[in-house]
Nanobody, 121 residues
Framework: QLVESGGGLVQAGDSLRLSCAVSGRTSPTYAMGWFRQPPGKDREFVAAITWGYGGAVYAASVRGRFTISVDNAEKALYLQMNDLNPEDTAIYYC????????????????WGQGTQVTVSL
């Protein structure tokens, strides 16, 4: 089970950290991802990381502003978001899959319920 938290309403330029609590079995072979769905648009890839090895991949739109990380002791996934802008407004979802990182959402087997992030000017 995946449960996101940390969303909210912020202003442009602000920072926010999303968390995803993971219950159940984890493995270094798992990949964890963040996706988002802006209003009226399809869900899109944001970032992904391998649970055990730490290698990360980012969408071009967030590279350099967002940082994905895992805490094995806390069994949690994080997304540190800096310099937010209105285009980052979306529902953010965490997801998990067995195996290597993938950027397509269809590859992920487990999903959280989502947390809303709204960025105002």
């Amino acid at each position: 089970q995946l449960v996101e938290s940390g969303g909210g309403l912020v202003q442009a330029g602000d920072s926010l950290r999303l968390s995803c609590a993971v219950s159940g079995r984890t493995s270094p072979t798992y990949a964890m991802g963040w996706f988002r769905q802006p209003p009226g648009k399809d869900r899109e890839f944001v970032a992904a990381i391998t649970w055990g090895y730490g290698g990360a991949v980012y969408a071009a739109s967030v590279r350099g502003r967002f940082t994905i990380s895992v805490d094995n002791a806390e069994k949690a996934l994080y997304l540190q978001m800096n310099d937010l802008n209105p285009e980052d407004t979306a529902i953010y979802y965490c997801a998990a899959k067995v195996g290597n990182i993938r950027t397509n959402q269809d590859a992920y087997d487990y999903w959280g319920q989502g947390t809303q992030v709204t960025v105002s000017l």
